[in-house]
């Protein structure tokens, strides 16, 4: 098992002014898209233009110049080349920004041309150097997992797994970045959810990546914890492949009903809070979820997690309370549609005294 290196003890680092063609972008970023991993910096370019908001560092910085109280933070490679480890998206915007071709080639139109005194200012970034990767996955545990710069959910997980699959034990990742609330065990949890998922059953979890924090409010909930065979203490489980052979098609069950199943079978789930308010009553009953399994209508499903018998009981009252209402009322409506509905009423009542004998069930 790997060992965490002290990278915050001994000598304070200095801070170097690197020129930017000197620096890469890491290919390597738990914050990038799985399918951007490992690509060329040309690619690289493309989904951080695309999909994390260039154009506003772009202006700041053609106004500003680079803010030496910000250094990024690189490995040192061989030949004079360093990767970013903290800091691509300003790396990728000054490589941008000081060419023109590369403007043209990412379809940007509307950036603003640099004063030479600027270009002159980005061309050359305070940096802090690490000799290599485990000396400074510490420092962005502590800044991203469990200090203010947090990554999304699904970039944390991916971060943690990263680690575990580099050698680290789980409970000395969450003693070095100072996680007191086991937040990087239950992000790797939910990460080891997907992969399995993934790897068991033909499922487009794209979805369950994009909403990776659903996945982590689910798995807080007792009663799913219980439907897919997770113990209550995370200490307790094996997380290579957290749930068991038994329980594979309620974890299939649970990712259909929060993530849905492509257009057939969309999210059963209208926003977040119908996890806590509905699907963790439902899950807890076996009738109520096998009822969510053929129906996808959780609302009627959380009506029979208390047991059907109360769910008739609470239909009925509510029905009678309606009938009570029109009561009141309908003298000043006798017309013949009315008159119908009335008639639809009293022959379904007929029905339900048909049906249950006249009489209750002692």
Avoid at 185 to 204: A, G, I, M, P, W
Avoid at 305 to 314: A, C, F, L, N, Q
């Amino acid at each position: 098992m790997k060992k965490f290196l002290h990278a915050g003890l001994g000598p304070k680092k200095i801070v170097q002014h690197l020129k930017v063609e000197q620096i890469q972008l890491d290919s390597h970023n738990p914050r990038l898209p799985e399918e951007a991993q490992g690509q060329s910096e040309r690619n690289l370019l493309e989904v951080l233009y695309q999909d994390f908001n260039l154009d506003e560092l772009a202006f700041s910085m053609a106004q500003n110049g680079y803010f030496d109280e910000e250094p990024i933070v690189v490995i040192e490679k061989k030949g004079g080349r360093f990767v970013a480890a903290e800091g691509n998206r300003r790396v990728a915007t000054i490589k941008v920004l000081l060419d023109p071709k590369k403007q043209a080639e990412l379809g940007i139109r509307n950036w603003p041309t640099l004063d030479p005194k600027v270009a002159k200012d980005l061309s050359t970034i305070p940096a802090i150097v690490y000799r290599d990767r485990d000396e400074v996955l510490p420092y962005l545990g502590v800044r991203h997992i469990a200090g203010i710069m947090k990554w999304d959910s699904y970039a944390k997980a991916r971060y943690v797994a990263n680690m575990v699959n580099a050698g680290y034990d789980l409970t000395e990742i969450q003693n070095q970045i100072g996680d007191k609330q086991n937040s990087a065990r239950k992000h790797y949890l939910c990460y080891q959810l997907v992969q399995q998922t993934k790897n068991e059953f033909d499922f487009d979890i794209e979805p369950a990546k994009e909403n990776f924090s659903y996945l982590m409010l689910a798995t807080g909930q007792g009663a799913i914890k219980r439907y897919i065979g997770i113990p209550p203490n995370l200490e307790d489980l094996q997380l290579d492949d957290p749930v068991s052979k038994e329980k594979l098609p309620n974890l299939k069950n649970l990712f259909s009903f929060i993530f849905g199943e492509g257009k057939k079978k969309p999210s059963v789930l209208g926003e977040s809070r119908d996890i806590t308010n509905f699907l963790s009553h439902v899950l807890s009953s076996e009738q109520a979820t096998d009822f969510l399994i053929r129906t996808r209508d959780l609302s009627a499903a959380f009506e029979l997690s208390d047991g059907e018998e109360t769910m008739v009981r609470r239909y009925l009252a509510s029905a009678n309370r309606r009938l009570e209402a029109v009561l009141g009322v309908i003298h000043r409506h006798k017309t013949v549609d009315i008159l119908a509905e009335v008639k639809k009423c009293s022959e379904t009542v007929d029905r339900l005294v048909s049906v249950i004998g006249g009489q209750a069930e002692k």
